[in-house]
């Protein structure tokens, strides 16, 4: 592997290092104190440490749930994972992935600087993984070196702008503000769930005032909440697979108490995630504004999803909940349409459900939080499904890219691809 190709793979590509190396320069553009500096930056690659950790616990729980459902139903088909896809990729378009995504940022920070979309793309992993599909798609149409790499890093540094700038009217409405935006390919679906919220609900009747009886008032603790759905979700799935399904999982621990445990081991993952996100707002923001002064006026940081989970925990579990329901049925209908039958993976549908509830909660309340859930978890089944023939060979391994944008992206990009090749 050449420095540059472990510079992208093994640096560039971490969330924690990108986000610690840009809070460093806006710091150093401000001719902050070397105390604050070294402060600042170590703050911000802890905090992305935090949420990683919160959200590997969360995974983990999820694998174990989403594996219990497929072997007590005895589901056949094709399991969503941006990473098991990628690492399929590299095997075969290593060294294109690394130039289109290093390439991809500097062209992000051009089109940042001389067009009116204003955002620096920072969920470095998401990067890695629009590059991956980009050599895919592109090679698969039949392009190859210089050409192959300039066109995928000139679409890869377009969308890292396109993305954010569609979903900031409603990220003014979930924050409040103007100071952050998302950058996390899952927007397509959070704009069709803030777009779907706003026609169905009311903004008003937030799932975050939702009123609940004194005698039950613990519920008011998100975190209490978040535990005790988790649990009930657990506990009826791991009823009705049985004890020898669930025992492949819980090894020596009683079914019933794993079942308990996995739902409190979810809710614990969730609170890390929360004080994750909590410190990269107290460290980036402030920071950033030493790159919008210097090298990009008026640039907003645009950062992972779970970044706006602390503005309506509620709407998250709502969200995550009415995906997955949405994918449950929609993979029924996949059948009838005759195409792959994508099986709802849990990851995908708790990081981009939970996404699409806060965005739907913020146009259109509890409802909204349900139906834009709902509408992300039928995208997330059917685009991935459609994503497939593009692929080329990677279309026939047991897994695809999960989320909307990389599906939506995919398919445009393919089909003008051999519309002109």
């Known amino acids: 592997m050449g420095f540059f190709e472990f510079l992208m793979n093994e640096i560039l590509s971490l969330p924690e290092v990108l986000v610690g190396l840009i809070v460093m320069i806006g710091l150093i553009l401000q001719r902050a104190k070397f105390a604050k500096i070294f402060s600042g930056t170590s703050k911000s690659i802890i905090g992305f440490v935090i949420l990683g950790a919160g959200a590997g616990v969360v995974v983990g729980s999820l694998d174990s749930l989403g594996g219990i459902i497929q072997d007590a139903f005895n589901i056949q088909g094709v399991i969503p994972n941006n990473e098991a896809i990628v690492a399929l990729a ?55 070196g210089i050409t192959l790499v300039v066109t995928g890093s000139v679409i890869l540094g377009a969308v890292m702008v396109i993305m954010p700038a569609l979903a900031q009217p409603f990220m003014k409405k979930v924050t409040g503000g103007n100071e952050i935006a998302m950058g996390h390919f899952g927007t397509f679906g959070y704009v069709s769930a803030g777009l779907v919220g706003k026609a169905v609900g009311n903004e008003k009747d937030s799932s975050e005032d939702i009123k609940i009886p004194d005698s039950w008032s613990f519920l008011r603790d998100s975190l209490i909440a978040t535990a005790l759905t988790m649990v009930i979700m657990f506990l009826i799935l791991v009823v009705v697979a049985g004890p020898e399904v669930v025992g492949v999982y819980a090894g020596d621990q009683n079914y019933i108490m794993f079942g308990i445990m996995q739902g409190i081991t979810f809710a614990a993952g969730f609170s890390i995630i929360m004080a994750g996100v909590r410190m990269i707002l107290t460290e980036i923001v402030p920071a950033f504004k030493g790159i919008a002064e210097k090298l990009v006026p008026g640039a907003k940081p645009a950062l992972d999803v779970p970044i706006i989970y602390p503005y309506a925990p509620t709407a998250v579990i709502i969200g995550f909940l009415s995906s997955f329901i949405g994918g449950v049925i929609s993979m029924f209908f996949l059948g009838i349409f005759n195409l792959a039958l994508i099986i709802p993976g849990l990851v995908p549908h708790f990081f981009t459900g939970a996404g699409a509830g806060v965005f739907g909660n913020a146009t259109g309340g509890k409802i909204g939080a349900a139906a834009g859930g709902f509408t992300n978890g039928v995208l997330i089944s059917f685009i991935p499904a459609l994503l497939l023939p593009v692929l080329g060979t990677l279309g026939f391994e047991n897994t695809t890219f999960g989320d909307s944008d990389f599906g939506i992206i995919g398919i445009l990009i393919g089909f003008l691809a051999n519309l002109f090749s």
């Not at 955002?119 to 629009?130: D, S, V, W």
């Open 90 to 144: 590299q095997q075969t378009l290593g060294t294109e992935t690394a130039l289109i995504m290093g390439f991809g940022f500097i062209a992000n920070i051009l089109f940042a600087r001389f067009t009116p979309l204003k955002y620096i793309f920072l969920t470095g992993h998401h990067t890695f993984f629009m590059a991956a599909l980009l050599s895919a798609v592109l090679g698969t149409s039949g392009m190859s």
